[in-house]
Every structure is written in structure tokens, then in C-alpha cells.
């Protein structure tokens, strides 16, 4: 069955960086697009970014454009999320998500955090 399972979550100050990855299984992740979103406290689930099965083509929300970097291993069925001068606001648990076969699947989280 497919499986995506988050890592890399933790405390971090403002400005600084964290490494997010999503290990597949269950599919052929090299054949799908993927993406990062993000739920903060309060709020809802928004999409971070989309990355192309071939990892040619990315679209970043505005929020994050500049900052973070999305790539993929197909390789080792891992999507990463690079994430640099982290702020406050980016404070929430980032979900790795594909669609197959027209569902939608979702990783458990992990949970940023960015405070002094």
C-alpha cells in the first residue's frame, strides 16, 4: 500500500534551516508528482510546493519562494524539502502528499517549529 513517511522536523530559530524528507513506498514514486503542505495551528492545510515526477518542473507558494527548495531522489524514493531563512510563520507540520489513481495520500507530519 502506499506509505510517505516525513522526517526531519524540529525546533529551530528564526533564520535558520532545516532538511525535510518524505520516504516513499508502495508505488512507483518516480512516476508521480509530489508536494509539501503545511498545516500551522488554527489553520488550514495549505500547499507549500509541487515538484514533477522528473523534478523538472516546481511551483512554490508565494510564502516560501526564495526560501525553500524542493528536490526529489528517485532513485531512493525520497522528496526533500530544503528550508532556509526560516521565520515564525512557517511554524507548522509539513505533510508530504501524492495522488494515485486519483486519491490522495498523506504522510503522518512532521512538526517545524521556529522560535527563539
Known amino acids: 500500500q502506499v506509505q510517505l513517511v516525513e522526517s526531519g522536523g524540529d525546533l529551530v530559530r528564526p533564520g535558520g534551516s532545516l532538511r525535510l524528507s518524505c520516504a516513499a513506498s508502495g508505488f512507483t514514486s518516480s512516476s508521480y508528482a509530489m508536494s509539501w503542505y503545511r498545516q500551522a495551528p488554527g489553520k488550514e492545510r495549505e500547499l507549500v510546493v509541487v515538484?514533477?515526477?522528473?523534478?523538472?518542473?516546481?511551483n512554490y507558494a508565494d510564502s516560501v519562494k526564495g526560501r525553500f527548495t524542493i528536490s526529489r531522489d528517485n532513485g531512493k524514493n525520497t522528496v526533500y524539502l530544503q528550508m532556509n531563512s526560516l521565520k515564525p510563520e512557517d511554524t507548522a507540520v509539513y505533510y508530504c502528499?501524492?495522488?494515485?489513481?486519483?486519491?490522495?495520500?498523506w504522510g503522518k507530519g512532521t512538526l517545524v517549529t521556529v522560535s527563539s
Open positions: 515538484i514533477s515526477s522528473t523534478g523538472g518542473w516546481t
Open positions: 502528499n501524492v495522488v494515485y489513481f486519483d486519491m490522495k495520500y
